[in-house]
């Protein structure tokens, strides 16, 4: 390149810019070291990332990415950032723009609990359908909860004051540290030798580590295989632990699980007054109604006059007797006239008229009728019978 040739500085640092572009290994890496010279500004935070051999690289954090971090970032955290180089043209300065930001060390924990959540809700820890219900009107809540803790004193003082017939069984346990996992497996082991209605596993808010013993497979696999229906608040809304995914309700607070364990007794007292102030309306309409009933009754005649009243009947009474008699009568005299016409009748078909006007019948010896010569033989013995006798005659012949 001849002397009188050259590039500008924005030229320079244009092509170098272009070069570190081209370059995919400083695309979508991750770089590690400790946070110094924290700055905040309206746009982003700018801030350096220093290594045990004090090298530095200066990073900036847009707002668009900061607002989604986990958390708080701070000069003297160890972290991993994510991100890419990008060259500053009118600087001439390389910088890293950092998308992500995450604790040292927590990585492989998140990592290690996202594997486990799955794997509990493939098993169908999670499913909707293993849901138990939550009883309307407990007698008895039980509650896991740090000893003297402000979870359990806020717990106390609404489930009190909303639902005092309810009786409160404490099972207090460590919630955070290292031997908190097998302390609240214990309290959740005592929980099912009790005879209460429902249990609530509760805690404040804290960082992930701090709610990592909510997160103990043992603890959620006991959990699940639990009779009694669980409601969990542990954390607040935006912390969610296997627990809240196991239990079969999740609220965000304390307050909130004394809410949902218990019926308000101001909302049943109002309830309770409406429907006495119904059953009194209710009752005083039936009481008018049957008071005016009664005085509609009373002023019929039988309850003015009940002699009156039997009176009459007596004499509808005798007036039926009277139609009676006539019917009964009537139809006597009907039958008797059918009477003597069929006597009438039977008397001119009588053989014995016949006989008394000069005719006579003749019987064979098993007292048949002869009607006919071909009915009897020669030397057969006939009865004849008479106006005034029988006649006993043998066939001598017969034509």
Sequence with gaps: MERNQFYSVTAINTLIKSVIDGEEGLHNVYVKGEISNWKRYGSGVFFDLVDEKKSVISCVLWNDNYIYLPFEPKAGDEVIAFGSINVFVGRGRYNFTVKTLEKYGQGAALLALEALKKKLQAEGLFDVSHKKPIPEFPKSI???VGENSAAEADLIKNITRRWPLCDIVEFPSLVQ????????????????????DILIIAR???SNEDLSAFNDEALARELYAC?????SAVGHEIDTTLIDYVSDLRVSTPTGAAEAATPDQAEIRAALMGTEELLDGSIDNLISKKKDLLKHLSERPFFKNPSSNYAKAKEEVQQLSKRLDLSIGHSLEMARNQIKSLSSKLDALSPRNVINRGYSMTTDQKGNVVTSVK???EGDTLKSVLKDGTITSKVTSKE
């Excluded at 540290?177 to 209460?196: D, N, Q, S, W």
């Excluded at 009779?227 to 409601?231: M, V, Y």
């Design 375 to 377: 009915q009897i033989r």
């Design 177 to 196: 540290g290292k031997e908190a996992p097998k302390e609240l497996l214990k309290a959740l082991l005592r929980v099912e030798t009790t005879e209460i």
């Design 227 to 231: 009779k009694i229906p669980c409601i």
């Design 204 to 206: 404040g808010g804290g």
């Design 142 to 144: 039980g509650i896991i």
